[in-house]
């Protein structure tokens, strides 16, 4: 986590009287220098999620040009290239290779990791996926991996490929999309998921779907959420985040520390009424201990 502490460190030692927008909640939600009303320079805003957009705007204020980056949760690992007002058009794998403060700024300089894999805004429609299957998300790649799950009859897991803090976002969830009064054309498999999520174990509005061929990590490796089994004493909680290539999906956060090698779990929060019989299962079993 250095790279991390690193550079969230040089993000809150700005100089220079550089205009900073805030959340609500005190966070910091843009960084930057206004003209004439407009956005100028290298401006950076906060996404869903923990992300970052940055780099020169265009004269329109825009996240317009060949050099934007997409800074994921952990501020090392990016998606740097070719944006139009804020979507990524052309997009390579890279990470932080430096700050330097420019009148109050700081500035990025990245390293390619992946000069041969493209990344563009693949929006899923209400039938299909559109990103690669097995192109993987270079930020979920670093944190966690597919194997076989300790849960009973959890078939594939996911586990942290190295120790995690807590308030880590470790997975995305992508899917075809449906508005809320759409009905997901497989059978009940147990992948539909709300696209956003109120709060802990409270879901609402439009939702998303794995197609059952691409339930496999055989199939499907390009996003992971979907990996992580049911527990009702999970290390992990369903989020929201926005992500450069789905836009806005379902994630997975932790709650607890989760040490490397460990499978990581989440509370699927069904609906008893209507919760398929391995879930009363799970619940019962977990009732009996608790109790």
């Given at each position: ?10 993000l ?20 930057g ?27 329109a ?10 800074l994921?949760?952990?501020l090392?690992?990016?998606l ?32 390619l ?11 899923s ?42 308030g ?21 498999t147990g ?16 939702h ?41 999906v ?23 009424e209507?919760?398929p ?15």
């Amino acid at each position: 986590m250095q790279a991390f502490e690193t550079t969230k460190s040089c993000l809150l030692r700005l100089t220079g009287g550089s205009p900073r927008g805030m959340h609500g909640d005190s966070s910091l939600a843009w960084m930057g220098h206004y003209r004439a009303g407009l956005p100028r320079g290298v401006c950076w805003v906060a996404l869903l999620g923990g992300g970052w957009m940055v780099g020169r705007v265009d004269q329109a204020g825009a996240f317009t040009g060949t050099d934007i980056a997409f800074l994921y949760p952990d501020l090392r690992t990016a998606l740097v290239g070719d944006w139009r007002e804020g979507r990524l058009v052309d997009g390579r794998a890279a990470t932080i290779k430096g700050l330097e403060e420019v009148q109050g700024v700081m500035v990025p300089t990245f390293t390619l990791t992946d000069t041969t894999n493209s990344y563009e805004r693949w929006i899923s429609t209400d039938t299909r996926l559109l990103n690669p299957p097995h192109l993987r998300d270079p930020y979920e790649s670093r944190l966690v991996e597919v194997a076989d799950s300790g849960v009973e009859g959890g078939g594939e897991g996911l586990y942290a490929r190295r120790d995690i803090p807590a308030g880590t976002l470790i997975a995305y969830y992508n899917g075809i999309r449906m508005v809320k009064a759409q009905h997901s054309p497989y059978r009940d498999t147990g992948y539909a998921i709300f696209v956003e999520w109120e709060e802990r174990g409270k879901k609402a509005g439009d939702h998303m779907d794995l197609p059952p061929e691409l339930h496999s990590s055989a199939a499907y490796t390009a996003t992971l959420a979907h990996k992580l089994n049911h527990s009702f004493i999970p290390n992990s909680e369903w989020s929201n985040a926005e992500h450069p290539c789905f836009g806005l999906v379902p994630s997975v956060t932790t709650f607890l520390e989760v040490r490397a090698g460990e499978e990581l779990t989440v509370n699927y929060a069904l609906d008893m009424e209507h919760a398929p019989p391995w879930y009363l299962d799970c619940w019962e079993r977990h009732s009996s201990i608790t109790n």
